[in-house]
Nanobody, 114 residues
Framework: QVQLVESGGGLVQAGGSLRLSCAASGITFSSSPMGWYRQAPGKQRELVARITSGYIAYYVDSVKGRFTISRDNAKNTVYLQMNSLKPEDTAVYYC??????WGWGQGTQVTVSS
């Protein structure tokens, strides 16, 4: 059974930082490409960062230079360091295996005030 537990969200002022964590179980984590997704109110869920099993990271243009995705295979955990946060980063953030066909965790709320 796949379980994804996101944490680390919160309320922060614009320009601030947060570090999200996602603990995964029930998957072969070390060989899995992992991604961080976000869904803002009234919008579709979007993939904002992903990291391959070989530790290569990719980012959507809107977060490049501000967000950093990383992984710790020993802990089955993927992280998202978010710096220089903007109000438009406000969303519920989720992690998942890229291309997964199972469900989602509960997500973690990130709210950036202006």
């Amino acid at each position: 059974q796949v379980q994804l537990v996101e944490s680390g969200g919160g309320l922060v002022q614009a320009g601030g930082s947060l570090r999200l964590s996602c603990a995964a179980s029930g998957i072969t984590f070390s060989s899995s490409p992992m991604g961080w997704y976000r869904q803002a109110p009234g919008k579709q869920r979007e993939l904002v960062a992903r990291i391959t099993s070989g530790y290569i990271a990719y980012y959507v243009d809107s977060v490049k230079g501000r967000f950093t995705i990383s992984r710790d295979n020993a802990k089955n955990t993927v992280y998202l360091q978010m710096n220089s946060l903007k109000p438009e980063d406000t969303a519920v953030y989720y992690c998942n295996r890229v291309g997964a066909n199972w469900g989602w965790g509960q997500g973690t709320q990130v709210t950036v005030s202006s």
